[in-house]
Each structure stands twice: as C-alpha cells, then as structure tokens.
C-alpha cells in the first residue's frame, strides 16, 4: 500500500509551506507528494517562488510529484492557468476540476479527490482518458470503493485516509463575509486559521470547518483501523491531508501500521495524539450518518480509553 501526501489546503504562511515540504522531502516516508493550490487562486502568487525548490526537493528525495490544479476554475485567469499547468510535462497533473481533464486527455494524469467519481462507469471513463490513478470523493462507503477498484484495472484507486475531509467548495469566500470585506479585498484573513475557522450549530456543536472558499469536516477521517479492509478492496493508496499537526508523525504511524510493525489500536492513540482536540471519524466509509452522537466519531477521551 503506498501513502500519498496530498495538497496543503490551508493559506499558511510562504515561508512555513516551504518547510513544511523541505521536512516531507527529507524525512517522511511517504511514496507521492501532490503540490500546487487547491482552494483558491488569489493565494497562487504567494507560493510561486518557492515552487521550483520544493519540487526540485522532493524529486531529489525520490517522492513522486503531482502538481495539483485549482478545484473550481471561475475566472479567465483561473482557466489559463489550468490550461497551462495540464501542458506541464514534466511532472504528472493531479486534475481536480473536470475542465482540467480535457487538457490532459490521451496523457497519464492523476484525478483528485474534488471530481465526483461516484460509481464504477465514471472511473473507467477517466481511466480511459488517461488517468493512471484516482483519488475517490473521501465520501464514499467501502461497498462502492471495492466495486470502483474491481471495475477499473486500469487506474490505482486511491482513498482519502486521514484529515478533514473537503465537502463544498464555493465561488463566494465566507472567511472575508465574516470579517465583513469583499471576496476582492478579503486581505486575505484565512491565513489566521491555518486549521480552518470552526462553525458550530445553533446548539453551540462543532460541525463544519471554513477555509477560504472551502467547507471541510470539523471532524478528521481516520481510517487507520480500516486497513485490513482497505487492502481487500484493492485500494492502491491512502491519502494523507495536511493538517496543523506534526504530519511526520502522522506519516510515520500510518506507514509503521501498513508495515506490520505497529498494531492498529496503538497508532489510533498515536494519531489522537498527535492531532488532539478534534474527533476523528470513519463514518463514511462505514456508511453511517455523523452526528455528534454517532458511534463512529469518537472523542478524544474516547480514544483514551482504547
């Protein structure tokens, strides 16, 4: 099973992005690092000039690259600069917009998380089309998971293992509207929750996370328990998403319990850990309506009695 670190969803600051990559680069065991923005595109300038050294990093460090495009394209800009990054040959494109595959089309190519591939006719187009792997929605339930794989021979499938799992993505920005600017002049504000702003329901729960553009679960999917499952359903891959957390540590549990040398229930705590305070769940891949009650999101203290 081979483990992918996926796209920094988050607007941390240039200089930390870039370390935080140079750390992946030099010490995590991880087989594939997927870079580039995700979320939005006013935060691309940012980052630019620290792109041609994190890819040189992580190449040289023997890490698989995708370079990941924009989940939603709106502006004419945005849609340049998808078409230019499919037309990029060096490293393999991570499409995370359908207006993305038609430039890649006939080209191996990885399809995010953020396209709906929800059965296994979908899958096999892309497959067609080119795509040599697909990170499926981290919404679907085992059941459709192992049916996509057996369909699609000729793409790995890969699932969406730990981190808050991304659920909408917008054209409006809700961080700016909370802070009472436009989406134009947002003074780009959610740089100040580097793990998302949290929302809580009207009966003061935790519920969702905003990042920008973007709505994320509050709670963080974790599927290590879930690995024996994942193996038989013929899952090439588990996507780890960055969180503000020591994600070498998350990396490192994850590939200590692929490799037999830690059990499950003892990398559960480590991870519980490692990323406290915040309920992790796997109630999609188990099929199961999350609420704050649910039997499959469990709380910190939970995890501590395990």
Known sequence: MKLTLG?????????????FYFRIADEAAVDAVAVGEVVCSKRMPFFDDHFPAVIERLTAAGKQVLVSSLALVTLERERKRT???AQVGEWLVEANDISCISHLAGRPHVVGPFV????????????????????LPPELPLKSIAAIAAATPLA???VFAFGRAPLAISARCYHARLHKLAKDNCRFVCAADPDGLPVDTLDDERFLVVNGVQTLAHACTNLILDLDDL????VASLRLSPQHCDMLAVIRTFREVLDGKMPPERGFRELAAIYP??????????????????PGLVSPNTVRSL
């Open 277 to 294: 305070n915040v309920p992790t769940t796997n109630d999609f891949l188990r099929a199961r309506a999350t609420t704050a009650k649910s």
């Open 156 to 158: 790995e499938i890969e």
């Open 7 to 19: 796209p920094v969803l988050f607007n941390w600051e240039p200089d930390v992005w870039r370390d």
């Open 83 to 85: 078409a230019e990054l």
């Open 231 to 234: 193996v038989q359903a013929n």
């Open 116 to 135: 709906n591939v929800y059965n296994e006719g979908t899958a096999e187009w892309f497959a067609a089309q080119g795509a040599r792997r697909i990170c």
